[in-house]
């Protein structure tokens, strides 16, 4: 089959489109800029034209996948329509693909890649084996993507956006927090609650249903409708949690407490106190997971210790890219208050002593009209910020709204916005010692520069 897709850069869809071509489908596509993503895929086999005109659509393709970000003035979106081409969303794809698997599926505003990351490093390395369409890049295989065909496992994230995680058919579910986000497609909280709901409620009935238990409308509403399991940090009141968490020499320590029991000093090397939520979440899902293939209790224990010690994170989660006495750089993919607060408390515990510089790039105008004040109160807990203009991704402007409507908000003299050529002259005069980028847009794009001036 010769398979076509629109957007083919993006995390999700090249994570499918990695899927096809294992499989041996003839696989290409088109995407607005290169990336190191793209140019990824290119050196796997796969064509890709980076100029959006219909002469660059071959007319024999037997199916289009596409991301909802397309734009719908899209030269060759509508000449793929034109041409009456089967077409499939990037969330149909992966429903019909995964579709009688036994699925681990991860929704949340924040918290579902790294938690699916960890789930499917856990497993893989287990001689169990998982396959795993990811959202960001799990950086011990520096890919998305995962395949195992001997395994009946396959971990996908659930990605609310355009209700996407309504496609999949779930063996368990994950649900790690509801914040308000995507209100171009949502308007309401009540509407974006309904479908987290909805979502839960496609898990199998033999399966697991995990929820963070400060979700109580969530957990009272599907208590009688699925099996259900709470989790969190350290509230004994879930089923799922740890205590006498310390940290030693770089790791966290901890012992997990679960259905079965208590598993003593699990050591975790990734950081953040968010990523320990995230772990106890992971932990719970393998842990189920392996239970129901009958692998006993303590070859479960066994896989899930060494799995979540080697577990070396995600890129652009928490990514250290400079760690020495003299400097620390961090790239982050926050791009919601609620993240980068998670983010900055998590580096104010490991580092209490660090002034810490952040540079933010908004991502979708209508995400920072609706939460600009929380954009600002989240960045305040930095001692230095740096703002750059709001990317766009599927926008257009709206009149009025610019990251002056954060810059204003912010509660310190030590702010500043700047366009990404005034960012490189500005760092070197504030010369950082700990310096942490975050943003969901092209601000990935200008890491490596920043990178290499920090090292200079």
């Known amino acids: 089959m010769r398979v076509y897709f629109l957007g083919i850069g993006g995390i999700g869809m090249s994570a499918i489109a990695r899927y096809l071509n294992t499989k041996g489908d003839e696989v290409m596509g088109y995407d607005r800029t290169k990336s190191n993503l793209t140019e990824q895929l290119e050196k796997e086999g796969i064509k890709i034209n980076y100029e959006d005109i219909k002469e660059n659509v071959p007319s024999d393709i037997d199916l289009c996948i596409y991301t909802p970000a397309i734009p719908e003035n899209s030269i060759q979106l509508n000449y793929i329509k034109q041409l009456g081409i089967p077409m499939e969303k990037r969330s149909v794809a992966l429903g019909h693909i995964t579709k009688g698997k036994k699925v681990l599926a991860v929704a949340g505003s924040h918290g579902k890649t790294t938690t699916c990351g960890m789930i499917a490093h856990i497993l893989s390395n287990s001689p169990y084996g998982c396959s795993a369409f990811l959202g960001g890049i799990l950086k011990s295989i520096d890919s998305n993507f995962i395949y195992n065909k001997d395994s009946e496992f396959v971990v996908a994230e659930a990605d609310e956006y355009d209700r996407s995680f309504l496609q999949l058919s779930p063996f368990a579910s994950v649900i790690t927090a509801i914040d308000e986000d995507h209100m171009d497609i949502y308007h309401t909280y009540e509407n974006l609650h309904n479908a987290f709901e909805q979502f839960a409620q496609l898990t199998d009935k033999n399966g697991l249903l995990l929820v963070r238990i400060d979700r109580e409308r969530l957990i009272e509403d599907l208590k009688d409708k699925t099996p259900l399991q709470t989790y969190s940090l350290t509230d004994i009141e879930s089923d799922n949690y740890i205590w006498n968490l310390r940290i030693s020499k770089g790791s966290y320590y901890f012992d997990y407490k679960h259905k079965d029991g208590v598993w003593y000093d699990m050591q975790m090397t990734y950081p953040g106190l968010h990523n320990v939520e995230n772990a106890v979440a992971a932990l719970s899902v393998c842990n189920f997971a392996l239970q129901s293939i009958g692998v006993d209790k303590q070859e479960r224990e066994k896989i899930l210790r060494e799995g979540l010690k080697t577990f070396s994170g995600m890129q652009r989660r928490l990514d250290f890219r400079i760690k020495s006495s003299e400097r620390i750089f961090i790239d982050d993919y926050a791009h919601h208050p609620q993240e980068i607060s998670s983010t900055i408390e998590s580096l104010r515990q490991m580092y ?43 926008e257009e402007p709206i009149e009025g709204v610019d990251s002056h409507m954060i810059l204003h908000k912010i509660n310190k003299m030590d702010k500043y916005l700047v366009t990404k050529e005034q960012l490189f002259p500005l760092l070197e005069a504030l010369n950082p010692k700990f310096l942490i980028t975050f943003g969901a847009g092209d601000i990935d794009r200008l890491v490596p520069e920043i990178e290499t001036l920090l090292n200079e």
């Open 352 to 394: 209490p002593n660090e002034r810490l510089t952040g540079i933010f790039q908004p991502h979708l105008y209508s995400r920072t009209r609706d939460l600009a004040d929380e954009f600002a109160d989240a960045l305040t807990k930095l001692d230095e910020v740096i703002l750059l203009p709001i990317y766009p991704a599927r």
